[in-house]
């Protein structure tokens, strides 16, 4: 795709984990920073586009089941005749009723409405936790990738980029060797996610926002040998590994009967971990746990809004905080679809446990709280892709959003304190214009979003 432009100016931009005024942004024809110089002369502006306002570099959205955009609002009233609260487990019953009727060509639909609506809340590349493999019922497709390709056609027509994670599931628990019937949809193998790896690959290997990892859905989804072989594969070809991994009380505690260790531990003592794995969740993880989670350069991703919506539980921040662990963040179920209200409902949450303020500051050596998570989200960016997204830096892919200073939250607010004022205040400030890749993003909403919606669920 032409670019418009490979020359911009900044009045003032986030470069190095600070505003910097008068900025230059050159990007490459291969879409990467070529150039970033602070403190630009004007005969240097003179040569660029200006860009309406100040500029953040695009964040990673380090965790995404797309279909779940499709039962966002739908699942926040306790389900008739049920006898106890609700919890996970009662909302992933409900999860499944999507996940067993969307088809093909709806969830691309639905991909699109939700990509589009990442760009506009500031994510630059999503990296999609991806598990319907087969149709509704079980039977495979024909093309064992065809649920994973609607995907990469949504990111491909909303311009976002996209990391696809075919998603490794296979059992129903630790003690259940089989899946749930309304699991079946989800049957794969070692070898058949490698096979859809390699038929993504063949479909994307021109288009650099697009590339390919592999996950494990947990490990109660999972045999160990199975795990295992999976991980060989991901090694071998150099992809990053994702995992759900200590969300659930119950899933620690039934880790625990079957294997005699809690998930982390578990996970640590029996596979090669290293940098390339995303422990996704890990709200219930050990100060040990931590470490070692540390000590292998792995990272964990976490998902602020899903996990307060599902009622999870508070990610120990500081413990993770003390050891210098790499983290990321993520949308998961897409209750809320912007980066500044994961950060700020991480921050919220901390302060919330703790009964104090600019926790995240304090914990990350920063004056800003708005500061000290974007730049902790921006460096859990490449461990979660395997690509070069770490802001506005020579080398990194040229990813960028500017604020529409115009939007109420930003009224009036000091330039230094802009950051602040987007993750902290309300009504939400708005991006005028995404770039991904050096090129502006077409964000719109998918008409054909609404008759899906409607056909999925009547109304």
């Known amino acids: 795709m032409r670019r418009e432009a490979n020359l ?43 860009l309406a306002g100040p500029v953040l570099p695009g964040v990673v959205n380090a965790h995404s089941h797309a279909f779940q955009r499709a039962i966002a609002g739908l699942t926040e009233r306790r389900s ?54 087969n149709a509704p019922g079980g039977a495979p497709y024909a093309d064992a990738a065809e649920m994973s390709l609607a995907l990469v056609r949504a990111a491909r027509r909303t311009g976002i980029g996209l990391t696809l994670l075919p998603t490794l599931y296979m059992r129903a628990g630790f003690a259940q060797p089989d899946l749930r019937e309304d699991q079946r949809r989800f049957a794969s193998t070692p070898e058949g996610i490698a096979r859809i790896v390699e ?20 490990l109660r989804a999972v045999s160990p040998p199975a795990l295992k072989e999976l991980a060989a594969f991901a090694r071998q070809e150099s992809l990053p590994v994702h995992i759900h991994i200590a969300e659930q009380t119950q899933e620690v505690d039934d880790c625990l009967v079957h294997t005699g260790m809690r998930p982390i531990e578990w996970l640590l003592n029996h596979v090669d971990v290293d940098a390339r794995w995303n422990l996704v969740h890990a709200t219930h993880a050990t100060r040990d746990e931590l ?6 350069g792995a990272s964990i991703v976490i998902c602020p809004a899903t996990e307060a919506n599902l009622g999870d539980g508070v990610f ?6 003390a050891v210098g662990g790499i983290w990321s963040a993520g949308s998961d179920s897409h209750v809320t679809r912007r980066w500044s209200e994961e950060l700020r409902l991480l921050e919220y949450s901390q302060r919330m446990t703790q009964r104090k303020r600019n926790v995240a500051a304090q914990l990350l050596g920063q004056t800003s709280s708005a500061a000290a998570l974007l730049q902790g989200a921006l460096a859990g960016g490449y461990p979660a892709t395997g690509l070069a997204l770490g802001g506005l830096r020579v080398g990194q892919r040229a990813d960028f959003c500017v604020l529409n200073t115009q939007s109420p939250a930003l009224l009036g607010i000091p330039a230094d304190h802009m950051l602040d004022a987007l993750v902290f205040s309300s009504p939400d400030a708005h991006f005028s214009a995404v770039h991904v890749a050096g090129i502006a993003a077409p964000v ?15 109304g």
């Open 316 to 321: 120990d921040l500081p413990g993770y905080a």
């Open 291 to 296: 470490v070692g989670v540390q000590a292998r």
């Open 80 to 133: 008739a005749g049920v006898g106890q609260s609700d919890d996970f487990w009662s909302w992933r019953d409900r999860m499944y009723s999507a996940a067993n009727r969307i088809a093909p060509e709806q969830l691309e639909t639905v991909a699109c409405q939700l990509y589009a609506e990442l760009l506009v809340g500031g994510y630059t590349q999503v990296c999609e936790f991806h598990y319907l493999h």
């Open 8 to 50: 911009y100016f900044a009045e003032q931009a986030w470069v190095d984990g600070k505003w910097a005024p008068d900025v230059l942004l050159g990007v490459s024809a291969q879409g990467c920073w070529a150039h970033v110089e602070t403190h630009c002369t004007r005969a240097q502006q003179a040569h660029a586009v200006r």
């Open 444 to 458: 719109r909403n998918d008409p054909s979003f609404a008759p899906v919606m409607r056909a999925l669920w009547g």
């Open 199 to 218: 038929t993504v690959r063949r479909h994307t290997h021109e288009d650099p926002t697009v590339n390919v990892g592999v996950a494990i859905h947990s």
